[in-house]
T-cell receptor, first 116, second 114 residues
Framework: ETGVTQTPRHLVMGMTNKKSLKCEQH?????MYWYKQSAKKPLELMFV???????ENNSVPSRFSPECPNSSHLFLHLHTLQPEDSALYLC???????????????FGEGSRLTVL | AQSVTQLDSQVPVFEEAPVELRCNYS??????LFWYVQYPNQGLQLLLK??????LVKGINGFEAEFNKSQTSFHLRKPSVHISDTAEYFC????????????FGQGTELSVKP
């Protein structure tokens, strides 16, 4: 069992569909993150959750809706997406406050999203 | 606010040759610096980090990086690369006054050829 597991690994959806991405961490961490990775662009931090509470929303459009039911699970609900939302969505986890000191985020393998 | 610039988007190199991947940052405060590696179809993993102390930092897989405050650089080096080092490498910076948020560079694609 890998530390951070993301499902599905690949997703193709139409602009009117509703789908969800799931992330689960088995590391006992209490902070979880969603990043967007587009080709030739820096990773973009989308959302941060500390102890299930959202502590950062980086001006993400409302068509992306995160949910963190507990410290081990993180979801990204998707609806009425645009083709430019096609990207690799990476989930990461860490201990609260750890990025401030060690910067060690543990990443999942990502969910490759294609919006038609 | 901080920013990170990786000066090369692609670096092709032959196996067993040395390599340097360049990273420059800008920040008005003290920073922590990191290199992450992303192998094909995988997530990112930490390669090495500079928090304080010695400016030469050693990481996994024979990589090292040197923090140069006067030049605001944190270049990654390896004296002899292997085919298995083919991957994308990301430089990242974190400043204490930004709540520890990591800012990533655009990435450098290292391609090692036989």
């Amino acid at each position: 069992e890998t530390g951070v597991t993301q499902t599905p690994r690949h997703l193709v959806m139409g602009m009117t569909n509703k789908k969800s991405l799931k992330c689960e961490q088995h590391l006992g961490h209490n902070a979880m993150y969603w990043y967007k990775q587009s080709a030739k662009k820096p990773l973009e931090l989308m959302f941060v959750y500390n102890f299930k509470e959202q502590t950062e929303n980086n001006s993400v459009p409302s068509r992306f809706s995160p949910e963190c039911p507990n410290s081990s699970h993180l979801f990204l609900h998707l609806h009425t997406l645009q083709p430019e939302d096609s990207a690799l969505y990476l989930c990461a986890s860490s201990q609260v406050g750890v990025p401030l000191i060690t910067g060690e985020l543990f990443f999942g393998e990502g969910s490759r999203l294609t919006v038609l | 606010a901080q920013s990170v610039t990786q000066l090369d988007s692609q670096v092709p190199v032959f196996e067993e040759a040395p390599v340097e991947l360049r990273c420059n940052y800008s920040s008005s405060v003290s920073v922590y610096l990191f290199w992450y590696v992303q192998y094909p179809n995988q997530g990112l993993q930490l390669l090495l980090k500079y928090l304080s102390g010695s400016t030469l930092v050693k990481g996994i897989n024979g990589f090292e990086a040197e923090f140069n405050k006067s030049q605001t650089s944190f270049h990654l080096r390896k004296p002899s690369v292997h085919i298995s080092d083919t991957a994308e490498y990301f430089c990242a910076v974190s400043a204490g006054n930004q709540g520890g948020k990591l800012i990533f560079g655009q990435g450098t694609e290292l391609s090692v050829k036989p």
